[in-house]
């Protein structure tokens, strides 16, 4: 089936205005004709008859909120997203290499298509270009995984948030011109593997993890847990880079110190 590029409808916009009010969800951030179909069709899986009803769902049972939550954004991800605070990180880093010039070891949990390992591997390139830094990036999804290990078919609008100079030295267009490939020495640099955050033990030794739009769906216990085994994962002066819109409570608890935008440390 073709996929035919329908109008927003007045039925959907108001919803992107109730949702706002009942879910942690601000589908203004996403292409609406896109999103209106994707929905629709998980209404027609529900037997939902329409927007208004859904909201009415959604305000009634907290699953069902999850369930919206994780379907809108289970894999939405973006090339150096939020870049206010990934120049927060890129300050951060530039002084731990100004202090101390050795590779990094760090992990990127939750790292969907590779965009974001793909970003970090570009910023250390461009900090600390003569060093072998190592990330390992895990998520729970396989398809997103393939996508990841293979580095390429990025489409532009992944592309919007990546400065213009990292887009030029790192990035390829494929034949067509709509997709991008990521330069080998970048793609290099990461190695992924599947890892799920509630079963699977976690691994040590870093001095950074990015942990970014994961959590936000789990549980205040599971994210304690979830925060304080990255606690244990982190060297010591290790930092946390957390997503933008997230509030955590408790990572003073565990014992993370707070480092500016999104992120935290575990001190020396
Ligand atoms: C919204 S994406 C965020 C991607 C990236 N971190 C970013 O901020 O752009 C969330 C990712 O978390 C992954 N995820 C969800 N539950 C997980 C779990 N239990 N363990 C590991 N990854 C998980 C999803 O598969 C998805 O790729």
């Known amino acids: ?4 590029k329908t ?3 007045a039925e959907y916009l108001k919803f992107v205005e109730d949702s706002r009010r009942v879910t942690a969800i601000d589908l203004r951030a996403y292409k609406p004709a896109q999103m209106e179909r994707r929905l629709r069709s998980l209404m027609t899986r529900k037997r939902i008859r329409g927007f208004n009803e859904y909201t009415e769902v959604l305000k009634n049972d907290r699953e069902e909120r999850l369930e919206f939550e994780r379907y809108v954004t289970i894999n939405v991800t973006q090339f150096y997203r939020d870049p206010s605070h990934f120049n927060a990180l890129e300050r951060a880093l530039r002084e731990r290499f100004q202090q101390s010039p050795g590779p990094l070891q760090v992990w990127s949990a939750g790292c969907s298509n590779g965009s974001e390992p793909y970003t970090l591997a570009m910023i250390l390139t461009s900090l600390a270009p003569n060093v072998r830094h190592q990330i390992h990036a895990t998520d729970i999804d396989e398809m997103s995984l393939n996508h990841a ?3 390429r078919g990025y489409s532009a609008d992944l592309l919007a948030t990546l400065p213009k100079q990292f887009r030029a030295d790192f990035m390829t267009p494929e034949a067509g011109g709509d997709t ?3 330069a080998p020495q970048i793609k290099s640099m990461v190695t992924f593997k599947r890892h799920d955050l509630i079963k699977d033990r976690y691994p040590r030794g ?3 993890i990015l942990c970014r739009n994961v959590v936000i769906y789990f549980s205040n216990e599971t994210k304690f847990e979830i925060f304080s085994g990255f606690y244990e994962s982190l060297n010591r002066d290790g930092l946390l880079f957390i ?4 509030m955590l409570t408790g990572l003073r608890e565990i014992g993370y110190a707070q480092h ?3 992120l935290y440390q575990r001190p020396s």
Do not use: C, W
């Not at 997503?243 to 997230?246: D, K, L, P, R, V």
């Open 206 to 208: 870093y001095d950074l």
């Open 260 to 262: 500016g935008h999104g």
């Open 243 to 246: 997503g933008a819109s997230e």
């Open 180 to 182: 991008f490939a990521i």
């Open 149 to 151: 290990r293979q580095g």
């Open 1 to 4: 089936m073709t996929a035919t």
């Open 7 to 9: 109008p927003t409808s």
